[in-house]
């Protein structure tokens, strides 16, 4: 049971990486680039996702991980890990803080450029409202979808809310992945001889297996977090008809 509730911060670890696609229009060589791109970027978050569980847990059990001195839970791993073997004074204690700060730094930064790309995109293909799709005279760049991404943002940091916020993000992730999955077999079905510069690999076991494995995540996601899940079937509802309103 408690496998099926990790799933929304195992997701987590890989969540976005998809945003990568979102930069192909300023590459030299697509076709190459971005293949390059996603292997490198996925093999490194399983070497790092692996060694973080492996070593995390392998200094004193899971529970050392879990809980803090005092009894409460922690979403913070790495730090406990290390306090149990030089201190929470110790000069590595801060620099892995230090380190992993600019980590998620470094990941927001590619989550706001996906996502700035994306609500850009749906603005200019009047999916929302027009002036997303408008970009700065000067700078070139998607200024007011970047601007509205970073308002949302700062609202959802101050509700307090990180579990949630993460749960409610991977069943969007997870809806994205399904809809991608289906999209890609009737395509492969339904347009055979369309120019493809890049092929899925092992088609189709690839594609069935990342629907499958998405498709139960997201059962498991609803089974364990029903108000969350709520939560984003209203979001949808509400996106869905103001796109229905705006389309017209």
């Not at 380190?99 to 998620?104: A, H, K, Q, S």
């Not at 760049?141 to 970047?146: D, I, K, Q, R, V």
């Not at 949302?152 to 809310?161: R, Y």
Request: contains cysteine; positive net charge; hydrophobic residues 55%.
């Amino acid at each position: 049971m408690g496998i099926f509730a990790a799933i929304p911060f195992a997701i987590w670890f890989f969540l976005a990486i998809e945003g990568v696609a979102n930069v192909a229009e300023e590459a030299i060589n697509p076709q190459r680039t971005i293949l390059i791109g996603f292997g490198s970027a996925i093999l490194t978050l399983v070497i790092l996702c692996v060694l973080t569980f492996a070593s995390s847990i392998g200094v004193a059990g899971w529970e050392a991980i879990v809980y803090k001195s005092d009894g409460t839970s922690s979403d913070s791993p790495l730090p406990l890990a290390l306090s149990h073997i030089v201190g929470s004074n110790h000069v590595m204690y801060h620099l892995l803080i230090a380190v992993g700060l600019f980590g998620l730094i470094a990941s927001f930064h590619g989550i706001i450029l996906a996502v700035g790309r994306s609500v850009f995109e749906f603005g200019r293909v009047k999916f929302a409202p027009a002036f997303i799709g408008k970009i700065h005279s000067k700078f070139r760049t998607p200024s007011n979808a970047l601007l509205i991404n970073m308002v949302i943002g700062i609202i959802a940091l101050l509700t307090g809310k990180t579990a949630e916020i993460i749960t409610i993000s991977v069943f969007g992730a997870l809806t994205l992945y399904i809809i991608s999955m289906v999209s890609l077999l009737q395509l492969r079905k339904k347009e055979a001889q369309m120019v493809r510069p890049f092929k899925v690999p092992m088609y189709p076991l690839f594609p069935v297996s990342a629907l499958v494995i998405a498709i139960v995540s997201f059962v498991a996601m609803t089974i364990f977090n029903l108000q969350l899940a709520m939560i984003y079937l209203v979001i949808i509802g509400v996106c869905y008809g103001a796109f229905k309103v705006i389309k017209k």
